[in-house]
Nanobody, 115 residues
C-alpha cells in the first residue's frame, strides 16, 4: 500500500494561486497513475486532474486551463498548480495513487477560496 501525504492547502483570495504537493512512499512511484480529487461539502468526490506513468494528463472541464498537474519521479511527488482560483474551487483536495487494481488515498488538504 502506497502512503500519500498532501500539503499546500490553505486560504486564498479569489484569483489567487496555490500549489498542492503529494509525497508518496515506496519505490514504484514512476509506475503509478496519480490523481487529484476534491470534495466540497454536500457533494460527491470528483476527479480534478490525473497524470499517468507516461506523463499524459487529463483535467475536469470545470478547471480548464487554470490547473496543471505534474510529477517529479525523482522526488516521488505529484503537484497540482492552481491558478485563477474561484470560490467554487473550495473543497478538501485528495491525492490518489493507482497501480493495477490497488488504490491509495491521502488524508486530504483543505483549500478555501474566499475574500
Amino acid at each position: 500500500q502506497v502512503q500519500l501525504v498532501e500539503s499546500g492547502g490553505g486560504l486564498v483570495q479569489p484569483g489567487g494561486s496555490l500549489r498542492l504537493s503529494c509525497a508518496a512512499s515506496g519505490s514504484i512511484f514512476r509506475a503509478l497513475t496519480m490523481g487529484w480529487y476534491r470534495q466540497a461539502p454536500g457533494k460527491q468526490r470528483e476527479l480534478v486532474a490525473g497524470i499517468n506513468s507516461g506523463g499524459t494528463t487529463n483535467y475536469a472541464e470545470s478547471v480548464g486551463c487554470r490547473f496543471t498537474i505534474s510529477r517529479d519521479n525523482a522526488k516521488n511527488t505529484v503537484y497540482l498548480q492552481m491558478n485563477c482560483l474561484k470560490p467554487d474551487d473550495t473543497a478538501v483536495y485528495y491525492c490518489n495513487a493507482r497501480h493495477f487494481s490497488s488504490s491509495s488515498w491521502g488524508q486530504g488538504t483543505q483549500v478555501t477560496v474566499s475574500s
